[in-house]
Nanobody
Framework: QVQVVESGGGLVQAGGSLRLSCAASARTLSRAPMGWFRQAPGKEREFVAAISEYGGTTYYADSVKGRFTISRDNAKNTMYLQMNSLKPEDTAVYYC?????????????????WGHGTQVTVSS
């Protein structure tokens, strides 16, 4: 059974920073690409960032490029999302997900296991 658990969300002022963490069961994280998605109230879940199995390749949504950094530490079975220069429009529940290995890195359907999410709120 694959398990992923997010943490690190909270309330921050615009321009501030947060770092999200995603802890996964050991065998899962060390063998699969992973991703971050977010869902704002009344909106569909959208792609934020993705990372390859060993961190050599990363992908970002245009809306976060240059502000967010995805990384992973397979020795700690943890993936991270460093979020800088936060904006009110970044407010959402953030989810980490295990990628099944098929399909596009930005397509929700490519991910088979999801955490329960962590709330990020950016005040103006």
């Amino acid at each position: 059974q694959v398990q992923v658990v997010e943490s690190g969300g909270g309330l921050v002022q615009a321009g501030g920073s947060l770092r999200l963490s995603c802890a996964a069961s050991a065998r899962t994280l060390s063998r699969a690409p992973m991703g971050w998605f977010r869902q704002a109230p009344g909106k569909e879940r959208e792609f934020v960032a993705a990372i390859s199995e060993y961190g050599g390749t990363t992908y970002y949504a245009d809306s976060v490029k240059g502000r967010f950094t995805i990384s992973r530490d397979n020795a700690k079975n943890t993936m991270y999302l460093q979020m800088n220069s936060l904006k009110p429009e970044d407010t959402a529940v953030y989810y980490c997900a295990h990628r099944a290995g098929l399909g596009s890195y930005s397509d929700l359907r490519s991910y088979d296991y999801w955490g329960h999410g962590t709330q990020v709120t950016v005040s103006s």
